[in-house]
């Protein structure tokens, strides 16, 4: 059974901390590996990590692919409350057609 | 360029009642899908819809039925809805059916209440 696995669940931190957030996966013929972030309503697209692109970074936010750990973290440094969500993770798998499957998410809190 | 819009974005229900969840998308995207989102449990697949005509079940099923109405729409009902459905149910379509190039662009979601 394919199955992508999210710690923590929960995280509260001070603004300005530096977060890792970690995702782990189990699923056949692995292409890639999603993140996004929710805050109040729609999960929006943070970063696609592939094997021919395990590494990604957008200002602050960066994240890698370990395909040998079969795992990928989400770093966040100089955290702001603006950064308070929940992350989701996420692996396509093929089962007649492409679907996602999404780890639990970690709510992530920065506190002033 | 709405993106993708889902109807109502709040109900209320009793137990035993029916409703249906709308959703819509302009981007033209062949693939569109449905997830529920209980806390503590991220966004498990309801249906999906690879193309316009086709649909198929995805992880929990059971106490609902989609139609792909067209290729912009796909709906999900409630034929007699439980207090086990109450979550909040998002619409997502994709470009491609291969996501390894593409992700998944999600609507703002229905919070759905089961009395």
């Known amino acids: 059974e394919d199955k992508v696995v999210q710690s923590p669940l929960s995280l509260v931190v001070h603004e300005g901390d530096t977060v890792t957030l970690n995702c782990s996966y189990e699923?056949?013929?692995?292409?890639?590996l999603l993140w996004y972030k929710q805050e109040k309503k729609a999960p929006t697209f943070l970063f696609m990590l592939t094997s021919s692109g395990i590494e990604k970074k957008s200002g602050r936010l960066s994240s890698i692919l370990d395909k040998k750990e079969l795992s990928s973290i989400l770093n966040i440094t100089a955290t702001q409350t603006g950064d308070s969500a929940i992350y989701l993770c996420?692996?396509?798998?093929?089962?007649?057609?492409?679907?996602?499957?999404f780890g639990q998410g970690t709510r992530l809190t920065i506190n002033p | 360029n709405a993106g993708v819009t889902q109807t109502p974005k709040f109900q209320v229900l009793k137990t035993g009642q029916s409703m249906t969840l709308q959703c819509a998308q302009d981007?033209?995207?062949?693939?569109m899908y449905w997830y529920r989102q209980d806390p503590g449990m991220g966004l498990r697949l309801i249906y999906y819809?690879?193309?316009?005509?086709?649909?198929d079940k995805g992880e929990v099923p059971n106490g609902y039925n989609v139609s792909r109405l067209n290729k912009r729409e796909f709906s999900l009902r409630l034929e007699s809805a439980a207090p086990s459905q109450t979550s909040v149910y998002f619409c997502?379509?994709?470009?491609?059916?291969?996501?390894?190039?593409?992700?998944?662009?999600f609507g703002p979601g229905t919070r759905l209440t089961v009395l």
């Open positions: 996420a692996v396509p798998v093929i089962q007649g057609a492409q679907k996602l499957v």
């Open positions: 699923v056949t013929n692995f292409r890639s």
């Open positions: 819809s690879a193309s316009e005509g086709t649909t």
């Open positions: 981007m033209n995207h062949n693939s």
């Open positions: 997502a379509s994709s470009n491609t059916p291969s996501l390894s190039t593409d992700t998944q662009y």
